[in-house]
């Protein structure tokens, strides 16, 4: 059934621990971080698998993310729609992972324009199979396919604008190569995609810590009083920013030290994991995460990293 596969990919992604089922958590819930700004915050293990927001100005809707599941995307849809009858613009997809673009189709059939950075129409029908593990079936491929692609792509970035309100998309480095930052400055909100996770373990599949910290840096620097929206975890401010720039950089040095000592594979897990748990051990994910950081990190520092698009760190 649909519902047990796309609850199957959620688990591949998160695989989180928590005994509650799935289905007994909500979606998301909405928070309003400015006037018509919105944040849809969902759960740990939520089917919605990831947050999202929309943004309401004079003329229209431009919606963030959609979600890995289209029941998500449509009830979204259908918060959108007791708050305003104007027209659904724009969606933008924050980068290329299955958890924030699968309800796609939703909002192209509300009259949506779906824009994002040009790795996410590159790589959405082709990289987004990892998630189903090292033998995906034709079902599996068939699904992944019919993602609905964003219709116009750029390479840096992109301005909205919904009457005089603007948003400034930007594409930074670091989580996926293919990822975007949605600034609505009129707010002094930024809706920071998988870039910024709010007091939770990123996901590193993709990841280039390095650029990463620099984006993070850049953020800081250019935002230093804004509210941030996270693609996962909490709505957070520049301390939460900051504090997630210091999982990276502790990840990196203690990793460092640890293949410098000879360590690798497990061993390197069993040298690095107590150390990082003291500091982070509190925060959403790290039970399912902290392993594959460790060894995603590792082979970024070997420069043996395979990334999206077949490229190599
Ligand atoms: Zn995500």
Redesign the pocket.
Known sequence: MRSQRILLVSLTILLLSSLLPAAQKPLFTLHEVDKGVWAAISPDRSKA??NAGFVIGESGVAVIDSFQNVGAARELLAAIRQRTNLPIRFLVNTHY?L??MTGNGVFADAGAVILANRNVRAWAHTDNLKFFGPKPTAADRAWVKSLVLPSVTYRNGIDLYLGKRQLIVRHMPGHTGSDSIIVVPDANVVFTG?LLWGHHLP?LIDASTKPWIQTLDTLARRYPTATFVP??GRISHRARLLAFRAYLVTLRRDIALGLKQGRSGDALVDAVRPQLAREYGTWGFFSYFVKPDILYTAEELEGKKKLPGGRVN
């Open positions: 698998g990831a992972h958890d924030h998988d996901n693609g996962h």
